[in-house]
C-alpha cells in the first residue's frame, strides 16, 4: 500500500525558475493538503481541497497554485520561486469523515539559490 | 483562530528516562488532538490522539490525556528509547473553523535519546 506519494525527494531551483512538486494518494481519500515545514514554525497550509475540482487557500498560499482534476492527484506549482520559498514540502491526504488521521509523504526538500 | 504552543527544545535525554513534552492550544470550538512524529528523514505520522476532554490517547509507550480545564495535551513516556529520538508535533483540528480535516501544528520538539 503505497500511501501518499510525493516527487521529487530533493530539487535546486534558481530563483524565478518555476516547478510542480507532485503528489499522488492511493487511498481514495477526498481532502488533500499541502504544508510547509520551516525550522521553529512547525507546518503551515499552504493550499488544500476537499475533492476533485475543488481548492482553497490555506495560510500561506502566495507564490503556489495548486489544481485538483482527479481525487488521486494533487501537485503544486511555484510560479516563480523565490528564496522564501526554501523549506520542505509535505502532502497530505485525510479521511472525508470526521477528524481523523492525515496520511504524510515523504516530503520535497527545495532549495531556491 | 486556532493556535498550538509546544514546550521549546531541543529536549537530549538518556535511554530509559521520563520524557514529558508540554502543548497548549486555543480553538473557537471543541477540538480533536493529535501527536505526530517525524522520523529523521521521514513524513509525519499519527502517534495518538484523543477526540473530547478526559481521553487518553496511547500508543507504543506514549500517553497524552485531553485536559479541557487546563487546554493542554502534553505527551508522556515513562521509559524512552534510542529509537524514540525524532520531532514530536502537537496538533489540533477544530471542526468550528470550517474543517475537521485542518490541522493546526505546533513548532515541534526534536528529542535526541542517547544511549
Known amino acids: 500500500n503505497a500511501g501518499v506519494t510525493q516527487t521529487p525527494k530533493f530539487q535546486v531551483l534558481k530563483t524565478g525558475q518555476s516547478m510542480t512538486l507532485q503528489c499522488a494518494q492511493d487511498?481514495?481519500?477526498?481532502?488533500m493538503s499541502w504544508y510547509r515545514q520551516d525550522p521553529g514554525m512547525g507546518l503551515r497550509l499552504i493550499h488544500y481541497?476537499?475533492?476533485?475540482?475543488?481548492?482553497d487557500q490555506g495560510e500561506v498560499p502566495n507564490g503556489y497554485n495548486v489544481s485538483r482534476s482527479t481525487t488521486e492527484d494533487f501537485p503544486l506549482r511555484l510560479l516563480s520561486a523565490a528564496p522564501s520559498q526554501t523549506s520542505v514540502y509535505f502532502c497530505?491526504?485525510?479521511?472525508?469523515?470526521?477528524?481523523?488521521?492525515?496520511?504524510f509523504g515523504q516530503g520535497t526538500r527545495l532549495t531556491v539559490v | 483562530g486556532n493556535s498550538v504552543t509546544q514546550m521549546e527544545g531541543p529536549v537530549t535525554l538518556s535511554e530509559e528516562a521520563f520524557l514529558t513534552i508540554n502543548c497548549t492550544y486555543t480553538?473557537?470550538?471543541?477540538?480533536?488532538l493529535f501527536w505526530y512524529v517525524q522520523y529523521p528523514g521521514e513524513g509525519l505520522q499519527l502517534l495518538l490522539k484523543?477526540?473530547?476532554?478526559?481521553d487518553k490517547g496511547s500508543n507504543k509507550g506514549f500517553e497524552a490525556t485531553y485536559r479541557k480545564e487546563t487546554t493542554s495535551f502534553h505527551l508522556e513516556k515513562g521509559s524512552v528509547q534510542v529509537s524514540d529520538s525524532a520531532v514530536y508535533f502537537c496538533?489540533?483540528?477544530?471542526?468550528?473553523?470550517?474543517?475537521?480535516?485542518?490541522?493546526?501544528f505546533g513548532s515541534g520538539t526534536q528529542l535526541t535519546v542517547l544511549p
Open positions: 497530505a491526504s485525510t479521511v472525508r469523515t470526521g477528524a481523523t488521521e492525515a496520511f
Open positions: 487511498m481514495n481519500h477526498e481532502y
Open positions: 481541497s476537499v475533492g476533485a475540482g475543488i481548492t
Open positions: 480553538a473557537t470550538g471543541y477540538p480533536s
Open positions: 484523543a477526540t473530547k476532554a478526559d
Open positions: 496538533a489540533l483540528s477544530d471542526p468550528s473553523s470550517g474543517s475537521a480535516r485542518q490541522l493546526t
